[in-house]
């Protein structure tokens, strides 16, 4: 039964105080020194952790004391709060309890040190991951950001927490964190106006003014000197320790991992801005005719500045200093303020700003970190509120944060002290009852809803009439003069009349902590908590989206006549709702404790400790647990725990739990001293008793583990041994299938292979027999060919030799006849030559003689004959020539053959030109109707312009296409096509020239066999139309210009507006269309058109004259038109090249 743990081994002192002997105050503190000058600043009370502060940073929160402190049994080492921290972890993640650690102490003894470490040390052992890690860094950065806003240095801790936080970190099943919810309890506001001496404002005001960059300070208006503000206090402003330049940083980059956007970090620092800013506004009073003082702001630009910085008219927040308006319910009646009343409407503006940015950063900072799972979740709270708090100068604040201080010494009495003794008399343990003081009766003094201190003070705030903080006292002397914890100079009961250290304007309460006395000064103000309406109007109507927010009763639309509770009932409230929750958690105490005022390590000042250990009520608690028993447990869970210690219980126990206990603790041989058994509950002595318990339990669940591993494998094994055999018995026949298989496979090609050779030697056996037999056969056939052969060659030689003897006798004979041939020849020869002399010599005797008789018949008709023979055949072969060489049938083909005599030259063009015209005739001969009216157009535009006009020429090669602009298809001119009652011979976008600057104007030209018509390009809205017959004629220019003047007959009906001048890039066309229609049309004469170099043109009632002048090189390649004077347009037309 000897468990060794280190709590109870080579301990400096005792590390709980339960095991202290002999149990005194003397030898408690003793016990306290002696380990807080050993470094040993944690000590048990059994689960409660009692932490002294050591003013310096101790080498024990490393992360190896986190993985040492992990995982172990509570008494298993040394105390630490990093024990405490695991216990709650894992009776939370491993028992479903919710947990809430609650951190009580006076203010500078370590809460918030200790509530960090907590938060720390569950934040390092809870589950790790992407997710996980972001909650967790979450969660921590949340405190520098409420530290900054929600601390200040004050007389007794420079980071005194001045608001109450309980904060509650939510867990998957896993006990991974998921979120958090933080709940904030009334922040101290009245610092923000105004610090006691020594102390100074809430952090971030000076952090802002000295770790914020010039930029930022210049862009929020604010200066770094701390002397400028008037709101914080300079005698303390440089703290000893605190960086406060980096501490901005560091704030800055908690908001930004907490969450919070650029634009939102920027509102807030504008809105501490501007707290600083209104602190600077000063009033002066201004006499009024009615004899009464009326408060003007005394220097503007504090207030300007301030104004800009939220986005407030400036009239209005002045007004709101200056006037007062009280709303009744159907009256509105206004009040002008004093310089007294300017200056605290001013200080409430700045509280009332400030209070309501904290509470909208807490909330800012729970929707970051709430959590984003709907699952059930299991929740670890951890709650760090102002320590308890006696100054010299004791108002309402240190009323509400003393009363919070009492209600949680009233929850650890009732879940502790009386809780523990109540229930050994429940459970019929035998039991001598320890005295304690029980402080409800002070809670009931502060809480009571009759006669309470809040109460009355409420009561007195609503009451109509006087109101003052002397009424207030007034009726505290009355109705609380017979509480044995209140005392006043002026009480009913006049006990302390002759008590000179209590002033008049003071009462004293007795607290559990110690007396506290208070100055009634500011009661009534500070529980009324009242902002005029005027402002948080004025606050409403802010061009600033957080401001908007923070004052929403500013909204007119929502005036609500009706009080809000008071700051002493709200609080009250949410103290309350705070008691309940932590009362379904299963708590878990730290007692922090300081060991001397002067925030000095190695100081250990035992009437300080000894004040403390009093009014903290430690010795109650080691006594009561020295009396009690450590451990206790229903007897269901515990033999649910427990029964695998014994063989009897284990697995299954039928039989009632209690019994199954008793069983269990007889067969474990536990001395019966060492536990007690109750109705529900067995209750253990020692913790030794429950260290063996649990130590078996370990064991035994390893040997469990080990049982449970050992038939885990064995059946995998076996399943996998049976699964393998399986598996064999396929692998192997498969196999065998596959080896006989192979082996046929060899037999049988072996078989082929020996048929194969017996096969060959029985062929090659009967080949060669075969062989043998053909052999013979030839050998006989060989023999006989070669009998017959000679015999043939015998007769042969024969037959040779007599057919020698014949060719010799034919070889003579030929010879004899050939040289008889040969002489025959030359003999015939010489006859022929003879007689060919003979004929020639004839023949030329014959012609000389007929030569000389005709000479004279030839000279006279003979010449004449050669010359027309001569000629007919020169002619037949030129034609003859000309038909093989003719050109193509193309009119435009020029080439012709060459003539090849000088006296054919008239034929040869003629026959030339009756060809051209001839294949003219033939090309012709193809035209379609449309074509041939095209080439007429062309014929009648060349017949106008040749020669005349030089735009002529580069207008041959365009075909005339008319409608440009396809007039009847483009949706775009729908209502123009429908404005046309004539087929459109011609549409196109032509520029009508105005008279006055020479520029053009784009319009539509349409041309139909009626009328000319000139329409809008955008809208398609006809501008002019003119009936052909009212045009007269078309003036051009002989330039290659497209200006062409249409002018109207005088008199007619469109020669009103006068003559158009217009200019296209298809004049050629238009101008050929317009003659043609004058052509055809019967009704009408042939249209003019003038084509010179100057022409006039009838503008309404003038006539201008139109001059083309050929441009230089300066005029570019475009033609312009320019208005010279009244009487003269001279268009530039660019050389053509
Ligand atoms: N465990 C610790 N190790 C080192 N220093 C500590 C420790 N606990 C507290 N301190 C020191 O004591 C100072 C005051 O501690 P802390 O702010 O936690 O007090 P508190 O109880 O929260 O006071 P208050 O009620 O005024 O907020 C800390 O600023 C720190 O310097
Ligand atoms: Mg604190």
């Known amino acids: 039964m000897e468990v060794k743990t280190s709590l109870l081994d080579n301990m400096i002192g005792v590390g709980d105080m339960v095991l202290l002997e002999p149990l005194s105050e003397d030898s408690f503190l003793e016990n306290l020194r002696k380990r807080f000058d050993h470094s040993e600043i944690y000590t048990y009370i059994g689960s409660v952790v009692i932490s002294m502060n050591p003013y310096r940073s101790l080498p024990i929160f490393t992360p190896d004391k986190v993985e040492e402190y992990r995982n172990r049994n509570f008494y298993e080492l040394s105390p630490h709060i990093y024990a405490l921290a695991d216990e709650a972890y894992r009776s939370l993640r491993d028992q479903d309890k919710d947990q809430c650690i609650l951190i009580t102490g006076e203010s500078g003894a370590g809460k918030t040190e200790a509530s960090k470490l907590v938060m720390s040390y569950v934040a390092a052992v809870c589950g790790k991951g992407q997710e996980v890690n972001k909650v967790k860094e979450q969660l921590l950065q949340s405190n520098p950001v409420l530290e900054a806003f929600g601390n200040a240095k004050t007389v007794r801790n420079d980071n005194s927490s001045r608001f109450g936080k309980y904060m509650d970190i939510e867990f998957d099943f896993k006990g991974d964190p998921l979120g958090g919810v933080i709940s904030n309890y009334l922040l101290e506001k009245s610092r923000v106006v105004k610090q006691p001496r020594g102390e100074r404002n809430f952090h971030v005001f000076y952090q802002l003014l000295s770790g914020a960059s010039d930029d930022t300070l210049k862009k929020l208006k604010l200066e770094r000197d701390f002397s400028k503000y008037n709101y914080l206090s300079l005698d303390s402003a440089a703290v000893n320790g605190l960086d406060d330049a980096a501490n901005f940083r560091t704030v800055r980059n908690a908001m930004q991992i907490v969450g919070f956007m650029e634009d939102e970090v920027q509102s807030v620092l504008e809105l501490v801005a501007a707290v600083l800013k209104l602190g600077n506004i000063e009033f002066k ?381 007889a067969d474990l041989q536990v001395p019966a001293e060492e536990f007690s058994y109750g109705r529900s509950k067995i209750f253990i002595r020692n913790p030794r008793t429950l260290f063996f318990l649990e130590e078996r339990r370990r064991q035994c669940l390893q040997d469990l583990a080990a049982l449970i591993q050992k038939i885990y494998r064995g059946w995998k094994c076996r399943s996998r041994f049976l699964l393998m055999k399986k598996s064999q018995v396929v692998v192997s026949a498969w196999y065998r299938r596959y080896a006989q298989q192979k082996k046929y496979k060899q037999v049988k090609s072996a078989t082929t292979v020996v048929q194969s050779y017996t096969r060959g030697w029985q062929a090659r056996k009967l080949l060669r027999e075969l062989k043998y037999q053909k052999r013979c056969e030839e050998a006989v056939t060989t023999i006989s060919a070669f009998w017959h052969g000679t015999q043939a060659r015998r007769e042969l030689r024969q037959l040779k030799e007599e057919a020698r003897n014949k060719h010799a006798v034919s070889v003579i004979w030929a010879g004899w006849q050939g040289t008889k041939a040969r002489r025959e020849l030359r003999r015939l020869k010489e006859e022929a030559r003879r007689k060919h002399a003979v004929a020639v010599i004839w023949a030329f005797w014959q012609g000389l003689k007929v030569r000389r008789e005709y000479r004279k018949f030839f000279r006279a008709n003979a010449g004449k004959k050669i010359y027309e023979f001569t000629i007919q055949r020169i002619m037949q072969k030129y034609f003859l020539g000309l038909k093989s060489s003719m050109p193509s049938m193309s009119p435009i083909d020029r080439k012709w053959p060459a003539r090849p005599y000088r006296f054919l030259d008239g034929v040869h063009t003629e026959l030339r030109r009756i060809f051209h015209l001839w294949r003219c005739k033939k090309y012709r001969g193809q035209f379609t109707e449309e074509r041939k009216a095209v080439y007429e157009e062309k014929l009648e535009a060349s017949e106008i312009f040749k020669d005349k006009k030089a735009l002529y020429p580069s207008s041959v090669s365009q075909p005339f296409k008319g409608d440009y602009l396809e007039i009847s298809k483009n949706p775009k001119y729908q209502k123009l096509n429908s404005a046309v009652d004539e087929k459109v011979l011609l549409a196109d976008v032509v520029n009508k020239i105005n008279r006055a600057n020479g520029k053009g104007t784009a319009r539509i030209f349409l041309l139909t066999k009626k009328s000319v018509l000139l329409a809008d390009q955008k809208t398609g809205q006809v501008k002019a139309s003119v009936p052909l017959p009212d045009v007269a004629s078309v003036s051009v220019s002989t330039q290659s210009d497209g200006f062409f003047a249409l002018k109207l007959k005088e008199g007619s009906a469109s020669a009103v507006k006068g003559d158009f001048l217009l200019s296209s890039e298809h004049l050629i066309e238009i101008i050929t269309k317009l003659h043609r229609i004058g052509a055809t049309a019967a009704d009408r004469e042939q249209l003019n058109v003038d084509i010179s170099d100057e022409f006039l043109v009838q503008f309404k009632q003038d006539k201008v004259c139109v001059k083309f002048i050929q441009g230089g090189p300066k005029n570019g390649s475009s033609v312009s038109c320019k208005r010279k004077n009244n009487r003269l347009l001279e268009v530039s037309v660019p050389t053509t090249a």
């Open 285 to 665: 009073p201004e006499s009024r005719c009615n004899g009464t003082d009326e408060s003007r702001v005394k220097d503007k630009n504090d207030l300007k500045e301030m104004c800009e910085l939220l986005g407030i008219e400036q009239s209005v927040l002045e007004r709101a200093f200056s006037y007062r308006t009280v709303e009744a319910k159907l009256e509105k009646v206004s009040t002008t303020l004093n310089v007294a009343q300017a200056y605290y409407a001013r200080d409430a503006l700045a509280k009332n700003l400030y209070s309501r940015l904290f509470t909208w950063l807490v909330s800012r900072i729970n929707e970051s970190i709430k959590a984003q799972a709907k699952t059930r979740h299991k929740v670890m709270g951890v709650l760090d509120i102002y320590g308890f708090e006696i100054f010299e100068d004791n108002s309402f604040e240190q009323f509400i944060i003393n009363y919070c201080n009492e209600k949680l010494q009233q929850i650890f009495i009732e879940l502790t002290l009386r809780e523990e003794q109540e229930e050994y008399v429940r459970e019929g343990i035998e039991w001598t009852n320890i005295e304690y003081f029980n402080n409800a009766i002070i809670c009931d003094l502060i809480e009571n809803n009759q006669n309470g201190i809040l109460a009355m003070l409420d009561e007195e705030c609503l009451r109509p009439g006087t109101v003052t903080d002397e009424t207030f006292l007034d009726k505290l002397n009355t109705i609380c003069a017979e509480h044995q914890h209140f005392e006043s100079r002026l009480s009913k009961n006049s006990k302390f009349l002759t008590d000179h250290s209590l002033p008049h304007s003071c009462f004293r309460i007795q607290h559990y902590a110690g007396k506290v006395l208070y100055r009634v000064e500011g009661f009534v103000d500070k529980n009324n908590d009242l902002l005029y309406r005027d402002l948080s109007q004025a606050m409403y109507k802010a061009n600033h989206s957080l401001i908007k927010q923070l004052f929403p009763e500013g909204n007119p639309a929502k005036v609500n006549l009706k009080r809000p509770p008071t700051a002493g009932t709200q609080f009250k409230t949410s103290v309350g709702t705070l008691m309940r929750n932590l009362q379904t958690k299963n708590p878990n105490y730290i007692r922090c404790i300081k060991p001397n005022d002067k925030k000095a390590s190695h100081i250990f000042t035992e009437s300080l400790v000894c004040h403390q250990v009093r009014y903290l009520g430690l010795m109650e608690n080691v006594r009561v647990r020295r009396a009690g028993y450590a451990f206790r447990q229903a007897y269901e869970p515990c033999l649910e725990r427990y029964k695998m210690l014994c063989k009897k219980t284990w697995p299954h126990w039928r039989g009632p739990a209690r019994e199954g206990v008793e069983v269990l603790m």
